[in-house]
């Protein structure tokens, strides 16, 4: 039972996470094209793990991150005045490279079908 209540606020922490980040102000984080892409919330809800990537690469997702963390507060009082929980966690950011990292795969993949397409074609 425990476990659903975690999922769902995570999962509405991670939706207003969104919202803030188009509010803010900060050139490292409103600059950059910046994406959540995991939230992950300690069982007491004492802490929250967010994961941001930047399709502009790593070292732009670790400015972005920097950003974050000195706008902690700011979000921190946010997210507790929309989401109507006793205890609002911290917030911990990381930066990760998995935007860039899909990227890479998927062409990759259309590399791939271009290859099978001139295959078929001469067959």
Same mark, same amino acid.
């Given at each position: 039972?425990?476990?659903?209540? @975690? =999922?769902?606020? +995570? $999962?509405? @922490?991670?939706?207003? %996470? +969104?919202?803030?980040?188009? =509010?803010? !102000? /900060?050139?490292?984080?409103? &600059? ?7 939230? =992950?919330? +300690? ?12 399709? $502009?690469?790593?070292?732009?997702? !670790? &400015?972005?991150?920097?950003? %974050? ?8 009082? *946010?997210?507790?005045?929309?989401? !109507? ?10 930066? +990760? /490279?998995?935007? =860039? ?9 259309? /590399?791939?079908?271009? !290859?099978?397409? *001139?295959?078929? /074609? &001469? &067959?």
């Amino acid at each position: 039972m425990a476990g659903h209540r @975690i =999922e769902r606020i +995570t $999962e509405d @922490i991670k939706r207003e %996470l +969104t919202a803030i980040f188009r =509010e803010l !102000k /900060d050139p490292r984080v409103a &600059e950059a094209f910046v994406s959540i892409i995991r939230v =992950e919330v +300690t069982n007491d809800l004492s802490y929250c793990t967010v994961y941001i990537s930047a399709i $502009e690469g790593m070292d732009r997702a !670790k &400015e972005a991150v920097k950003g %974050l963390k000195s706008a902690s507060g700011f979000i921190r009082r *946010e997210l507790g005045a929309r989401l !109507k929980i006793r205890h609002t966690p911290e917030l911990i950011f990381n930066a +990760t /490279d998995s935007i =860039e990292y899909s990227a890479n795969i998927s062409k990759i993949l259309n /590399d791939l079908d271009i !290859k099978d397409d *001139e295959q078929s /074609d &001469e &067959e």
